[in-house]
């Protein structure tokens, strides 16, 4: 239902899209039905006891169906130049890059300030780690059409890369890193990556079932990922646990404001199409990412914080979002 309203763009080359500016009423709406969707989960859960296994079943199908459905919706819809080969990398790049120095900045700030080198750490992680899969493939694809969700999707296997080594060696209290941490990398997004480009490089085309398929499928993602996110509302302000910690505004500001400031003026002066920019715009202003949850409760004891960290951000993100768009038409062109 999303795209039928916010798909104003269709993007099949990368090359048209150099003089593409950022349609801010396009994410406004966008990001406002997403927010209702999350209002609606909330009221269901109010009404109903939403258990922990059927909000994994949610996740699942949006992690293993949805989001995949996403790369390849994008793949049979796009056509693959040399030109694309050659944003894929770029964005892929500049998402490692990204990432491994936004948590680099993040941490030397708590140090400035005062955090201890543990606590550092785990709130670098909580502000520079962005919900880029969960949220951030689906709106890209919403707002940009499939070329989009294409393009988000590298930028998040590029995030899985950091998290899954980087990540977890920051929070292990031992800091040591075992390759068998980076089995996680082996998912489903990135199986659907890696299927639809060795299939669009074949040059064999997509059979109209298959298109069909992918574009009814990945249409699940947005909604299904914010009825997740409602879902877990009324159980966390039931808890009797506090609704907030005292370091709370780092990963907030720095997540949803310092951070997307920063990327929008550096990418003022890269010479890279407009359209990439605005991709990277709109993953770089992403609320911490959801699966902080389950990464902290397995190595450190402050699970609570991540869960805090990510459903405010979320919320929050609803009206940053928008926000940090309209100030990229200003900074990008």
């Known amino acids: 239902m999303i795209r039928n309203y916010t798909l104003q763009f269709k993007y099949t080359n990368l090359s048209d899209s150099k003089e ?5 009423t396009t994410v406004v709406l966008t990001v406002i039905m997403m927010g209702i969707i999350l ?20 996740m699942s199908v949006i992690i293993n169906v949805a989001v995949p459905f996403i790369i390849l919706n994008g ?26 120095l936004a948590v680099g900045i993040c941490f030397l700030f708590g140090k400035i300030i005062g955090f201890s080198v543990k606590k550092s750490k785990q709130l670098a992680l909580l502000a520079a780690i962005g919900n880029s899969g ?3 493939i689906p709106l890209c694809a919403a707002i940009f059409g499939p070329i989009g969700g294409l393009l988000a999707a590298i930028f998040d296997a590029g995030l899985d890369v950091v998290v899954f080594s980087l990540g977890i060696y920051l929070l292990q ?15 489903m997004p990135l199986i659907a990556i890696s299927f639809g480009l060795i299939f669009a490089f074949s040059g064999w085309e997509a059979p109209v079932l298959m298109k069909d398929l992918a574009s009814m499928l990945s249409a699940l993602a947005a909604p299904m990922a914010m009825l997740y996110v409602g879902f877990s509302l009324p159980d966390l302000f039931r808890s009797k646990q506090p609704l907030f910690f005292r370091e709370l505004w780092m990963p907030l500001v720095w997540k949803l404001l310092i951070l997307p400031i920063m990327v929008m003026i550096v990418l003022s002066f890269l010479p890279l199409e407009t359209l990439l920019k605005n991709i990277l ?3 770089a202003c992403m609320p911490t990412f959801m699966l902080s949850a389950v990464l902290f409760s397995r190595y450190t004891n402050k699970e609570q914080e991540a869960v805090i ?11 940053t979002i928008p926000l940090i768009a309209w100030l990229s038409t200003f900074w990008i062109s």
Request: glycine residues 4%; aromatic residues 14%; hydrophobic residues 55%.
């Open 20 to 24: 593409i500016e950022m349609d801010v």
């Open 39 to 58: 209002f609606i989960g909330a009221l269901v859960a109010l009404k109903n006891t939403i258990t922990y296994e059927a909000k994994q079943l949610f």
């Open 75 to 100: 793949v049979f819809n796009t056509n693959l130049t040399d030109d694309v080969l050659h944003q894929v990398i770029l964005m892929f790049i500049f998402s490692v890059s990204f990432n491994v």
């Open 134 to 136: 969960f949220i951030g």
């Open 173 to 187: 209290s031992d800091d040591r890193f075992e390759w068998r941490q980076l089995k996680a990398l082996v998912n």
């Open 281 to 283: 715009v709109i993953l």
């Open 309 to 319: 960290a990510s459903v405010f951000s979320t919320l929050l993100a609803l009206g």
